[in-house]
C-alpha cells in the first residue's frame, strides 16, 4: 500500500515501464500519482496514456501545458503553427477521442489530506488562499468536461493577465490560473508571471525574478507540494516543494518519490 509520484514522462514510455518495474508498482494496492505532461516530445505519448487508462482508478494524474497542448490540437486549435509536435500519432487514432475524453476528465490539482501534499504540474500562486485555489481548479475541470470544452481550451493561450486580482472576469481568471498551475516557474517582485525564464535558479542573473516557491503562502505552510514541469531545476526536496521533473525527454533521468506521512522521502529513477 505505498504512493509514488512519478514526473513528466513526456512519451517515454520505455522508461515509464522500467521505473516502474524499479518500485516493483503493484496496480492492486500501491498508487500512482503523475505530475502531468504524460505526452510530447518523446517517442511514445499513445503508449503511455493507454497504459496509464489502465491503471484506473490507481493513477492520479494532474494536467500539464502539453496535455492542454494535446486537447488543443486535437480541436485543430494550433497555438503555434510552425512548432512541431508529436501528437498525431493520437489524434488519427480510432482511440483518439477516447484519449482525449479521459485527459479531460483528470485533475489540476490534487490534495491528500492524509499524506499532506499537493500534486500540481507546476505550482501555486502565493496569492492565493486554499479554498481559492480549490475553486479556480474546479472551475478548469469543469470547463474541461463542459460542452463548451473547445472554446474554453481556445481561450487559454495568452500570457495576460499576467497577475491575480479578484476582480478579473471569469475568462481572465481561468486563462491565469491554468498559466500558474501548468506552466508557472518564476514571480516577479510584484507577483506577476514571468513567461520566459526556465533556467534554474543559479544561473539567473536578475534580481526581479524569484521561484514562486520561494514565497510565503499558507498552503506551501500547510501542505508539501509535488511538481514537475521544471527540468532545470531537476530533483528537489525542500521544505515546502519536492520537484521531480528530472527531463527524461531531454535523455536525463525519469524519478519517482514514495509518498509516506511517517518515513523520510525515497527517491528512485532510471536513466533515460
Ligand atoms: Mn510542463
Not at 539567473?204 to 520561494?214: A, G, Q
Request: charged content about 25%.
Amino acid at each position: 500500500m505505498s504512493t509514488y509520484a512519478i514526473g513528466d514522462i513526456q512519451g517515454c514510455y520505455k522508461e515509464f515501464k522500467r521505473l516502474l518495474k524499479e518500485i516493483n508498482f503493484n496496480k492492486n494496492k500501491d498508487t500512482l500519482w503523475l505530475a502531468g505532461d504524460l505526452v510530447n516530445r518523446g517517442p511514445k505519448s499513445f503508449d503511455v496514456i493507454k497504459y496509464v487508462m489502465d491503471l484506473e482508478s490507481s493513477a492520479i494524474t494532474v494536467l500539464g501545458n502539453h496535455d492542454f497542448y494535446l486537447i488543443a490540437s486535437y480541436y485543430e486549435i494550433d497555438p503555434w503553427p510552425h512548432k512541431n509536435n508529436s501528437f498525431e500519432e493520437i489524434i488519427s487514432n480510432k482511440d483518439g477521442e477516447k484519449i482525449i475524453n479521459w485527459l479531460k476528465n483528470q485533475k489540476i490539482v490534487h490534495l491528500d489530506e492524509y499524506l499532506k501534499h499537493i500534486l500540481v504540474h507546476a505550482g501555486i500562486h502565493p496569492n492565493w488562499e486554499i479554498t481559492e485555489m480549490l475553486s479556480l481548479a474546479n472551475l478548469i475541470e469543469g470547463s474541461l468536461r463542459g460542452e463548451k470544452c473547445r472554446e474554453f481550451v481556445k481561450t487559454l493561450w495568452s500570457n495576460s493577465p499576467d497577475n491575480w486580482d479578484k476582480n478579473l472576469t471569469q475568462e481572465q481568471k481561468l486563462i491565469f490560473s491554468v498559466n500558474v498551475f501548468t506552466r508557472m516557474r518564476y514571480l516577479k517582485k510584484d507577483f506577476s508571471l514571468d513567461f520566459d525564464t526556465k533556467s534554474h535558479p543559479e544561473n539567473i542573473n536578475c534580481d526581479n525574478l524569484i521561484p514562486w516557491y520561494e514565497f510565503s503562502n499558507n498552503i506551501y505552510d500547510k501542505y508539501k507540494i509535488i511538481i514537475g514541469h521544471w527540468s532545470t531545476l531537476g530533483f528537489q526536496n525542500r521544505h515546502n516543494i519536492i520537484s521531480i521533473d528530472t527531463g527524461c525527454a531531454w535523455g536525463n533521468k525519469l524519478t519517482a518519490v514514495e509518498i509516506s506521512k511517517n518515513t523520510d522521502l525515497k527517491k528512485y529513477e532510471v536513466n533515460c
